[in-house]
Nanobody, 116 residues
Framework: VQLQASGGGLVQPGGSLRLSCVTS????????IGWFRQAPGKEREGVSC?????????YYAESVKGRFTISRDYAKKTVYLQMNSLKSEDTAVYYC?????????WGKGTLVTVSS
């Protein structure tokens, strides 16, 4: 099982970024994928999650609702996190996650820095 996050970078407040999580090694259609983030000196927190192909439900943390959009491309086995109206408090390392047969798998994170 592998998950690889990318797309981070430096962006000004109010700007946008799109993160990608490319996956392999498991049946992508049948597992929920989540995005988490960890800011300096803080605990890792859940940001957004999208359920399996069965229903494609989405979940967002209150802090990102209305600004972030999660989606998945089944052909590319990739989950995206579109982040708009970015704020300085969104600065963090972002990770994607899948839980396969009760075992959590984490991708290597991608750093998002929101600063002027």
């Amino acid at each position: 099982v592998q998950l690889q996050a990318s797309g981070g970078g430096l962006v000004q407040p109010g700007g946008s970024l799109r993160l990608s999580c490319v996956t392999s090694g498991f049946d992508f259609d049948y597992y929920a994928i989540g995005w988490f983030r960890q800011a300096p000196g803080k605990e890792r927190e859940g940001v957004s999650c999208i359920s399996s192909r069965m229903d494609d439900n989405t979940y967002y943390a209150e802090s990102v609702k209305g600004r972030f959009t999660i989606s998945r491309d089944y052909a590319k086995k990739t989950v995206y996190l579109q982040m708009n109206s970015l704020k300085s408090e969104d600065t963090a390392v972002y990770y994607c996650n899948a839980v396969i047969f009760g075992q959590p798998y984490w991708g290597k994170g991608t750093l998002v820095t929101v600063s002027s």
